[in-house]
């Protein structure tokens, strides 16, 4: 489960974020939590272009994404800061991120109610028609005598309160689970599979089906090669030691960015006929919907449903089984969405993983063995797989709804 976790205040020193800290850490293998800031944010003004703002992006994107929503609220005068409520407008103008989305609410303040009224008042403002949340009733965690609660680690003094944190948060989850039920998916737009929406990354001097795309838009940007440094997030490696680490990669990769274009995949001296998803050099550049001309038309809508289910953040990854006729293989495609920093999608990282050598290992390392003996045939499975999947996620009930959204290995179906 992945959740959100908004501090109310926008001090540098909050004892709201320091409660969302000790959250995050407390509760770590129950949940992932994202700790995010109001401090940037503008007063809200409905004249105002609430893009603009990368922290607002920030915000609207990851809540969409998020199972639930964790905010600490302080209370100043009785009520909820007024950077929060702010927040709570833009959040509910042009954009409802929060629209039928768990919310928990927890709360630090220095005196002895510990924001009970700014919680009261939290719950109103969540109810309203503009913002729509599911909050969980009851539950109220108050961390009054905020000064004194926590030790010099930022963990909570007090055994009895962490014992009644860890019961609200026992109910949350569970809320989540059942609130989920209610989701509506947002409705996933028509893509333009032939990328007729550059980027500021697309070099548009070359036609992305030109088969020599990679030597003319290599030659255009100047692009590096060789034993030449590029420096990572956090690491410097050369090209050639970028393509010796994702050619060791034990999987097919695949990035298609947010323009639909296709735009790499490692190993692209292997020989095609020995891969999972085949693949062809001048392919790399191409248009997905070049790629993928040979699918029948049901079969292209498939690829556009795991599109635009990425992008307007219905799911962050969508999996299916390929039937393959192997019992030594077990055909599985992860098509992972990509993500700009303010958190808005910038592609997909297709992985194109035989899952049956590992299954195999971990069985024998662990001394297990599958109930029943052996895999099922992968044809049979990948049906009941993916179209259990796709009905619960609201995709489309085809047996295999999105093999191959960026390769184009039509081959499999
Ligand atoms: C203008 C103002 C009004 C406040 N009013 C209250 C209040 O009504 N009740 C309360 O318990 N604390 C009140 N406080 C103290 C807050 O609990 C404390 O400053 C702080 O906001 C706690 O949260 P934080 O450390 O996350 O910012 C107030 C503080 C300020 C600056």
């Known amino acids: 489960m992945k959740f959100v976790g908004i501090v109310g205040s ?45 922290q607002l992006r920030l915000l609207n994107n990851k809540i969409t994404r998020a199972d639930g929503v964790i905010i600490a609220t302080p209370e100043h ?10 927040v709570l407008e833009w959040l509910s103008y ?29 719950r109103k403002i969540l109810d309203a028609p503009g913002v729509n949340a599911y909050t969980l009733p009851g539950n109220e965690f108050l961390l009054g005598k905020a000064k004194e609660a926590f ?27 059942v609130v989920s039920k209610l989701r509506k998916p947002k409705p996933i737009l028509p893509e333009d599979l032939y990328c007729n929406n550059p980027i500021a990354t697309t070099i548009t001097e070359v036609d992305p089906d030109d088969p020599e795309w990679v030597e003319k838009v290599a030659e255009i940007t100047g692009a590096v ?25 034990p999987f097919e990769l695949t990035y298609a960015d947010d323009n639909n274009q296709f735009l790499y995949y490692n190993n692209a001296h292997q020989d095609p006929s020995t891969m999972l998803a085949k693949r062809v050099p001048a392919q790399s550049g191409s248009r997905l919907g070049t790629v993928h001309n040979s699918l029948p038309a049901n079969r292209m809508k498939n690829v556009e ?14 999996r299916t089984l390929v039937p393959n006729p192997s019992e030594h293989i077990i055909n599985t495609h992860n098509y992972q969405a990509m993500y ?39 044809a049979a499975a990948a049906a009941d797989a993916t179209s259990g999947a796709s009905d619960a996620q609201g995709g489309p009930a085809s047996a295999a709804p999105a093999a191959d959204a960026s390769s184009g290995a039509s081959e499999h179906a």
Request: hydrophobic share 35%.
């Open 10 to 54: 926008n001090a540098e020193q909050s004892y709201n974020r320091t409660l969302l800290e000790f959250i995050r850490k407390h509760f770590k293998t129950r949940f992932e939590l994202e700790i995010l800031e109001i401090t940037d944010i503008p007063m809200f003004n409905q004249d105002e272009d609430w893009e603009a703002h990368f």
């Open 77 to 86: 005068n009785h009520t909820i800061t007024a950077a929060l409520k702010s």
């Open 94 to 122: 042009k954009v409802h991120p929060l629209e039928s989305k768990p919310i928990m609410i927890v709360g630090a303040s220095y005196h002895d109610q510990g924001t009970s009224r700014a919680q009261t008042h939290l």
């Open 151 to 177: 030790d010099e680690n930022g963990n909570i003094i007090s055994e009895g309160t962490v014992n009644f944190l860890e019961s609200c948060v026992d109910n949350f989850i569970k809320y989540v689970q």
């Open 225 to 249: 090669s060789g034993n030449t440094y590029v420096r990572l997030d956090h690491g410097i490696l050369t090209v050639d030691q970028i393509n010796m680490f994702l050619n060791s990669m």
């Open 305 to 318: 449903w795991v599109v635009g289910t990425l992008r307007n953040g219905n799911q962050e990854y969508v």
């Open 340 to 378: 700009y920093p303010d958190g808005s999608y910038a592609g997909i990282n297709e992985i194109v993983f035989n899952f049956k050598p590992w299954l195999d290992w971990y069985l024998e390392t662990t001394g297990q063995s599958l109930v029943g003996g052996s895999v099922r045939p992968a």
